[in-house]
């Protein structure tokens, strides 16, 4: 379940920025697939893919982690 939330709101936070996933995936040094699957909630993201998310999205932790 947990993993659901994190890709929801990363996918959230990606469009918002209007990064589509194939250059969000190059930003965070990821490939397309790996972005794929965690925003569908199938992986877990990796604390050094996490800190990627946060820096390139200008978001912090907190708000990616929120449940509200």
Known sequence: ????????RIRAFRKLKG?????????????VSVLGEIERGTRK???D?????VTTLGVTYE???SIN
């Open 1 to 8: 379940m947990e993993e659901l939330i994190w890709g929801r």
């Open 19 to 31: 990064y589509t996933q194939e250059e969000f995936a190059k930003l965070i040094c990821v490939s």
């Open 45 to 47: 993201p990796e604390d």
């Open 49 to 53: 893919i996490l800190l990627s998310v």
């Open 63 to 65: 708000e990616l982690t």
